[in-house]
C-alpha cells in the first residue's frame, strides 16, 4: 500500500532553514506529481509546493516563493522540501501529498526565538 514518510521537521529561529524529506513507497514513484501541504493551528490545509513526475516544473504558494524550494530524487523515491528564511508564520504541521489521496503523518516545524 502507499506509504509516506515525513521527516525534518523541527524548532528553528526565524530566519534558519530546515529540509524537509518524504520517502515514499507503494506506487511508481517516478510517474507522478508530489506536493507538499501545510496545516497551521486552527487553519486549513494549504497546498505549499508542487513538482511534477519528472522534476521539470515546480510551483509555490506565494507566501513562500523565493524562500522554499521543492525538489526530488526518483532514485530514492524522496520528495524534498528546503525552506530558508524561515518565518513565524510558517509554524505548521507539514504533510506529503501522492495522488492526490494519500498523506503522510505529517511533520511540525515551529518557528520561534
Known amino acids: 500500500q502507499v506509504q509516506l514518510v515525513e521527516s525534518g521537521g523541527g524548532l528553528v529561529q526565524p530566519g534558519g532553514s530546515l529540509r524537509l524529506s518524504c520517502a515514499a513507497s507503494?506506487?511508481?514513484?517516478?510517474?507522478?506529481?508530489m506536493s507538499w501541504y501545510r496545516q497551521a493551528p486552527g487553519k486549513g490545509r494549504e497546498l505549499v509546493a508542487a513538482?511534477?513526475?519528472?522534476?521539470?516544473?515546480?510551483n509555490y504558494a506565494d507566501s513562500v516563493k523565493g524562500r522554499f524550494t521543492i525538489s526530488r530524487d526518483n532514485a530514492k523515491n524522496t520528495v524534498y522540501l528546503q525552506m530558508n528564511s524561515l518565518r513565524p508564520e510558517d509554524t505548521a504541521v507539514y504533510y506529503c501529498?501522492?495522488?492526490?489521496?494519500?498523506w503522510g503523518q505529517g511533520t511540525q516545524v515551529t518557528v520561534s526565538s
Open positions: 507503494g506506487f511508481t514513484f517516478s510517474r507522478f506529481a
Open positions: 513538482i511534477t513526475s519528472s522534476g521539470g516544473n515546480t
Open positions: 501529498n501522492a495522488l492526490v489521496m494519500y
